[in-house]
């Protein structure tokens, strides 16, 4: 037998895919249904040789029956992915074209986040989930009876709404936009890279695709309303309003019941962009959005709360409580996940069977992407799969290094002090917890890296603190459900609700002022690949030389993420083809050092710049210029301050726009952070960021930039037709183009030595 067949027998039992192949067919399946999915993330070529590689991997190391489940999988992939794509006959999109379309809609409320009017202090979600009954292009016209799903966005007079609530609606069908077109270019102007949307991080598309949502509507207005009759859904999720209402009575603060909504139910429209930013910042997002970790506390609740029912009985009942559970917070993915995992483990317990929790994981992962295989594209599905089959893969290994600290007192001879025995476990079971928080903030680093640009090195210590102050509000929710007849506990639970509360928001608050995030350029796609091959290595592998082999790569792959943010070139982006007409700019110093941002037209252009600058490792923009104080150039600044941190902002007087002007005034006065400083009247110049100047007396925009002995000069001037025309010089290079204000969205990145 050759020595490197040996040696390829030991390294895939470091790998553990002779274990995968052995003891989770479930994997082995859900691998083949992923090679058939992978056309949704990198395109056909992607899939080829993907599917050349993967399939020999069963061949070669297990066996005719492995094969068979592989190539079951890719089936049931191809199969999904086909059913997927495929339109019903009745589908609206079908009557209303590829464009966008008036009409008049008749839709019924899915969306399990409406509250209606028993909850006051709860609005309406800005985009509600519905279901298309019948649709109509005039009132002359006769309804069509048809299907599918959309999302709308109501007037702001619009009442709140509950499940099931039947509207008719008039207004306007939108297509979701189109990624945008990235080209990058060198300093002598030639064209180095082109591709869809690299300086995006979320696509909307793809969101309503894992949704089983092609087009979006506008109501204008509300024709009619009128609540049908009860359904399953309907009955669960009104009891569900009023079981949210009895555990936030006697609470004092509107936001605190706000956020007791998101915490327990998901319904995160009560919550401001200041609440949602700080706790993506500090890594503990997870603990506003239902998950495994709200499935598994309640799971926990209720196994704990059915002890005195027969063994057989707790295991079969338990799931369908937590059914109704994840029915009532909208059924997303990570609630599904836990779900399913969990009536897995509990029907096989009942019947005295075991089943590994990997393989759980990996059947619920099969299961949802049968459903609906765009899901994959979904950035909450990819994170929270990948930090639970790491969490269930590590167990084992977790509580091994657990027990280390106390593995003496298993030789000691019975009769040893109850209190320390009791210590040593509570010791134990906290330095379970601490590494399991460190394995899924390294399990989640790639894939915020990925799609967010930073990383949190303190989401382990806060996490480690915030779990058990989660714990204490759904055990004090539960307790206050049971005893709401006895008002006096009612207020106490109510106070111990609140001060639980304020506690989670002051330490992610203290975390976030106090600890630095360490923002990250969009890595390379091998990079992220030995990052998560390492953290396989580091839980799977057995011998020390493993694990140090692993941790010197994970530790490489982080360094090789900051060297390349300390190396990054300075980089001018120009953004065009937006809702606003106008174009927008984005000046990057060497190595991320200042940035400026010279107008955002819209919101659409305030997402694609945030996306940008996050992919580009940046979490801090040193000003904002404004050219002109008109809608045209600022209106998308109150959504870029509500989504990245802004120094300065920079803005002629705009005496002539007054009403614009006061409107920008507000913007900039909701950043706590940010200063507001008033140039000349049409005229500004001064400096952005080192070696950086810009001077702006329209229609002409001229800036200089400075490295070393080397110079650029960038000059915009809008020509008598009204297109934007650029001339780039660096050096003995010069280069000239221009934007015509009917472009497609665009990114045009210019690389400066």
């Not at 390294?442 to 990925?450: H, K, Y």
């Amino acid at each position: 037998m050759p020595k490197w067949f040996l040696f390829a027998r030991d390294w895939q039992v470091c790998c553990c895919w002779r274990a995968l192949l052995s003891r989770y067919p479930a994997g082995v399946v859900l691998g083949g249904m992923l090679i058939a999915l992978l056309p949704l993330l990198g395109g056909c070529k992607v899939w080829m040789v993907a599917f050349a590689v993967v399939v020999a991997l069963p061949l070669m190391f297990g066996g005719k029956r492995n094969f068979i489940r592989f190539l079951l999988g890719f089936v049931l992939g191809v199969l999904g992915f086909v059913f997927a794509m495929r339109l019903p006959a009745d589908d609206f999109s079908r009557l209303t074209g590829i464009g966008n379309c008036g009409a008049e809609i008749e839709v019924r409320i899915i969306d399990s986040s409406c509250t209606g009017t028993l909850i006051p202090w709860l609005p309406n979600p800005a985009l509600i989930k519905v279901e298309v009954l019948r649709l109509r292009f005039s009132p002359a016209e006769q309804w069509h009876q048809v299907s599918g799903k959309t999302l709308i966005r109501l007037p702001e007079d619009a009442p709140r709404l509950s499940y099931g609530d039947v509207l008719t609606l008039g207004g306007v069908f939108l297509q979701p936009e189109e990624r945008r077109k990235f080209y990058r270019f060198n300093g002598a102007g030639q064209m180095i890279a082109a591709m869809d949307d690299a300086a995006a991080g979320f696509d909307f598309k793809n969101y309503l695709a894992a949704q089983g949502i092609r087009l979006t509507f506008n109501a204008r207005e509300i024709l009619s309303s009128c609540s049908p009759m009860p359904s399953a859904e309907r009955v669960i999720l009104a009891a569900r309003d009023r079981i949210l209402r009895v555990m936030t009575s006697g609470m004092r603060s509107e936001d605190n019941k706000k956020l007791v909504a998101a915490l327990l139910f998901g319904c995160r429209q009560g919550l401001d962009w200041k609440d949602r930013q700080g706790f993506i910042r500090t890594g503990t997002i997870h603990v506003l959005t239902v998950s495994g970790f709200h499935v598994g506390i309640l799971a926990l609740v209720f196994f704990w709360l059915g002890r005195p029912l027969p063994f057989r009985l707790r295991n079969l009942l338990v799931p369908l409580l937590i059914l109704l559970y994840v029915i009532s917070t909208g059924m997303n993915p990570p609630a599904v996940r836990t779900l399913i995992m969990i009536a897995v483990w509990a029907s096989c317990r009942a019947m005295l069977l075991r089943t590994p929790g990997l393989n759980s994981v990996f059947f619920s992962a099969l299961l949802i992407l049968l459903y609906n295989p765009h899901y994959l594209q979904d950035a909450g599905f990819q994170s929270s799969f990948t930090v639970v089959g790491f969490l269930v893969a590590s167990s084992g290994r977790i509580r091994e290094w657990a027990a280390l600290p106390g593995e003496f007192r298993l030789w000691i001879p019975g009769g040893v002090n109850g209190f320390r025995f009791a210590c040593s476990k509570v010791c134990t079971a906290m330095l379970a917890g601490l590494l399991s928080c460190i394995v899924a903030a390294l399990a989640s680093t790639g894939i915020t890296v990925f799609y967010q640009g930073f990383y949190c090195p303190q989401t382990i210590l806060l996490n480690f603190i915030i779990i058990p102050v989660v714990w204490v509000i759904f055990l004090a929710a539960a307790l206050k459900l049971l005893l709401f007849p006895l008002l006096f506990f009612n207020h106490i639970l109510a106070w111990v609700i609140e001060i639980s509360l304020q506690t989670m928001n002051g330490l992610c608050h203290s975390f976030d002022q106090a600890l630095a995030v360490w923002s990250i350029p969009f890595p390379p796609w091998w990079s992220l690949a030995i990052f998560y091959l390492a953290l396989t290595l580091l839980i799977a592998g057995g011998r020390n030389r493993t694990m140090f082999l692993a941790l010197t790569l994970i530790l490489l792959s982080i360094g090789f993420w900051h060297w390349q943010a300390q190396t990054a070139p300075a980089r001018l982006a120009v953004f065009y083809g937006n809702q606003g007409d106008s174009p927008a700019m984005v000046l990057i110093a060497p190595g991320g050092t200042g940035v400026s941002v010279v107008d955002v037209p819209d919101a659409a252009m305030a997402r694609d710049l945030t996306n940008y600058l996050r992919r580009n490792g940046v979490a801090k923009v040193d000003r904002i210029i404004l050219t002109s104080a008109v809608k045209a150039r600022a209106g998308g600044l109150e959504a870029f301050l509500h989504n990245i941190s802004v120094k300065e902002v920079d803005m002629p007087d705009g005496r002539n726009n007054a009403v614009a002007f006061e409107t920008v005034a507000a913007f900039s006065s909701s950043s706590s952070s940010c200063t507001f400083s008033i140039g000349p009247e049409n005229k500004f110049s001064g400096y952005c960021v080192p070696e950086m100047k810009i001077t702006c007396e329209p229609p002409v925009m001229t800036l200089d930039y400075r490295n070393g002995d080397r110079r650029a000069q960038i000059t915009c001037r809008t020509d008598p037709e009204g297109d934007d025309v650029w001339d780039l010089s660096y050096d003995r290079y010069s280069c000239h183009f221009e934007i015509p204000r009917s472009s497609n969205r665009t990114v045009r990145e210019f690389i400066l030595p």
